[in-house]
């Protein structure tokens, strides 16, 4: 076989050409591991305003108000820390990070105007809990997209392990707010109890993955520190079985403590994560320049087809449609709320039957082509201008 002139040239221009890439690209990581500290910290904190928040709001002012003014100012602390790292001037992997960034930015902009609506009590905690979720999924969406470019397998196996973490333990301080909320009222009601199974069941889910992509070490201390204790599971059961005694708050406070501390391990543990992480792109560093004068090096052999990396994505989009149907989910109970408020109004106002307020609403909708909830909710809006008050 005859190999042309000028083959071998341009051969060693293109490995030349390879390392330069992947230089910058570890060098890209190096700076990146800073941007996901930074998030991973004001994710944690804000968890814990969450958390704070639904208490408060929960006893109307009489426990935790120390708590959401500490956690409210640490929050701020890490918003700032975070600003500069977001304006720092490297380069990123592409838009779309870009569009996650804007998108969390903006829903951190309603941090302010949610905190005033906590303070004066105008809003519940089930609702406060969806919009600190909101500004915590939207922070947590920057995180896999940050991974674009990786093709070290176990640069890549790293990374999907921070990112299930990070997963699972949003998916924990969730519990520990909805657990906050029913056992601060004294009362689960079944939509709390089954988002609360579904929280349980998305965070054994994540861990599961995170357990699969780390090392010994680090499973060790996620099994000596991070598990749920015994208390922890014996309150889960009663939380999802049964309603708790009226204790003023005795039981709260207790399901608050137990989590924090299991959430302040999880954290830990994230910068476990996030420094092994750094630690190996700096080795990958360290080794290319090693490799750089090695033209026989075989780069096939050292970086095979990128498997793990999908699975991050792929996390992510699973989390956004479980949101999403979670979203869907309370709209549709809110929407049947309006229904069968405007429905008891026919039936007091107008003396019909269940079945006949029923199909007075459904053949209006159908008359004026609309929703049944839009006119319902019209209903609603003018009943006041009724003779009489409706017995509701």
């Not at 380069?91 to 905190?115: K, Q």
């Not at 990112?163 to 707010?177: D, I, T, V």
């Not at 889910?205 to 060790?220: G, I, L, N, P």
Request: aromatic share 6%.
């Amino acid at each position: 076989m005859t190999i042309a002139a000028g083959t071998s040239p341009g051969a060693t221009e293109w490995f030349q050409r390879a390392r330069v890439k992947r230089q910058e690209q570890l060098g890209r990581l190096a700076q990146l591991g800073a941007l996901v500290n930074g998030i991973s910290q004001l994710v944690h904190m804000l968890q814990c305003e969450r958390g704070a928040s639904n208490v408060w709001l929960c006893s109307r002012g009489a426990l935790y108000a120390p708590e959401c003014r500490a956690s409210r100012a640490l929050v701020d602390e890490r918003l700032a820390a975070l600003h500069p790292l977001l304006n720092a001037q490297f380069p990123l992997p592409g838009s779309t990070v870009c569009e996650r960034i804007a998108h969390a930015l903006r829903s951190l902009e309603g941090l302010s105007a949610l905190r005033d609506a906590v303070s004066k009590q105008n809003v519940t905690a089930p609702q406060a809990m969806e919009h600190y979720s909101r500004m915590l999924r939207h922070a947590l969406s920057i995180v896999p997209q940050l991974s674009e470019s990786i093709d070290d397998p176990q640069i890549a196996g790293r990374f999907v392990a921070l990112y299930s973490l990070m997963q699972g333990k949003e998916l924990a301080g969730q519990e520990r707010a909805l657990g906050a909320i029913g056992f601060t009222q004294g009362f689960f009601d079944d939509e709390t109890r089954q988002r609360l199974v579904d929280r349980i069941d998305g965070q054994q889910a994540c861990f599961e993955v995170f357990f699969s992509h780390s090392s010994a070490d680090v499973q060790e201390m996620f099994t000596q520190s991070c598990r749920p204790g015994l208390e922890t599971e014996r309150l889960r059961r009663e939380a999802c079985t049964r309603q708790p005694a009226a204790d003023n708050g005795d039981t709260a406070l207790k399901w608050f403590s137990l989590q924090t501390a299991r959430l302040e391990h999880l954290r830990t543990l994230e910068e476990v994560v996030i420094a092994d992480l750094m630690t190996a792109v700096d080795e990958c560093r360290q080794s290319e320049t090693r490799y750089a004068a090695d033209e026989n090096d075989d780069l096939l052999a050292r970086f095979p087809d990128k498997t793990l990396l999908p699975l991050v994505r792929q996390q992510a989009r699973e989390i956004e449609q479980l949101s999403r149907q979670l979203a869907s989910l309370r709209d549709t109970l809110e929407e049947r709320k309006i229904i069968d408020k405007a429905r008891s109004v026919l039936m007091t106002h107008q003396k019909l039957s269940e079945d006949q307020a029923w199909t007075a609403l459904r053949k209006m909708a159908m008359d004026k082509n609309q929703r049944m909830v839009d006119i319902a909710r019209a209903l609603l809006t003018v009943k006041t201008l009724w003779q009489l008050t409706p017995k509701e």
